[in-house]
């Protein structure tokens, strides 16, 4: 799996293969595609540090990209350097890629090492990003958290979201979904609860049985999107991709152009979930209150994801939107990057769903190509 976190704040989780990337950057080294997970999870790359690592790539000659696979688990690294000690699990192995001396790999008991990418073990295939589904992060579109009171609101919602699911299950054997979310680098939870909002419901980002979760942590946005795996996609599973809510837009480009370039090597076909809300300052009553221009900047958006307007999404300001409440824009400008990056084919797009039921900017919107 891909399960990459980006984070706003220049930093490396701890683990070893991270660690290395760390001491890379540290040392004047260079790390680029961001870093892609281990194991159970996710590590945190600033885009920033990538940018700043490529800067000195041709001057240090150290190179190095982190990726994960599916179940069953694998993690591998590829460097240019020759192989020195390694932590128990891991073993060196002759690289067949082009400027790489050795990849280093360690597989669990039941996996098997593959080449860095984003997809299985296979290399006759490369991957396909194929459409994108664009959703709210409103935990009010589950049933067993809005209750029956809320069915006028939540409907029209929640059938728009199972509609683009179904489309995304039909066009993508994998799904990345992108959110926005504070995060401290640690891995992202595979499974998740809405306890938080009252709920004993467990949801997973995997197929089969669902594990208990291990604890509250995983973050909203990873919620909806298990949870609407598990309502219409229960084979597909999920990469998940946090962004930091400080990333700049120049950032967000960065990391959705690094997105597509891992997909490009994926054997599987891919689409992308986007989930993320509107601004929060639309009426009176709304969380935020109502704020001077949220609505002016409300429908600019949304006549941009409904009409697949990259270019629009791409000049939001980072600022104005924190201003306005707008919680969903990096995860939008990402998104945007990516598909931008995947394909100069022209694009289908359609809104499912717009409106401000509870105060709250909220679209359902679909593109294909």
Known sequence: MLGVVVAGADSVAGDPVSADAGAAVGAGGAATDSVGGVESGTVALGASVVSAAESALCAVGSLMSVTTSSLPRVTAATVVRPPDASPPGWSWTPSKQAGADFVRSRVNAVGRARAPGCGAASTSVCGVLTAVALVPGAPLIVPEVSGPGAVADVDPIRDAVLEVGRRLAARASTWIAIGVAPHDGSPTPRTGT????????????????????????????????????????????????????????????????????????????IGILVVGDGSTGLTDRA?????????????????????????????????????????????WQVAAAAWTASGDASTTSVSLYRGAPFGVGYQVAWWER
């Open 194 to 269: 809405f306890a938080g909002f009252g709920v004993d419901l467990t949801v997973s980002l995997d197929p089969g049985t669902v594990a208990p979760p291990d604890g509250d942590t995983m973050p909203t946005p990873m919620l909806i999107a298990a949870w609407l795996r598990g309502r219409v996609a229960d084979g597909v599973e999920i990469d998940p991709v946090l962004v930091d809510p400080s990333t700049t837009g120049t950032e967000c480009t960065a990391i959705g152009q690094r997105l597509a370039r891992r997909c490009a090597t994926s054997d599987a076909t």
């Open 287 to 331: 969380p935020a209150g109502l704020l001077d221009g949220a609505a002016a900047l409300q429908d600019r958006i949304d006549d941009a994801l409904a009409a697949a307007d990259l270019e629009a999404l791409a000049r939001l300001e980072e600022q104005t939107c924190a201003q306005m409440r707008i919680a969903g824009r990096a995860a």
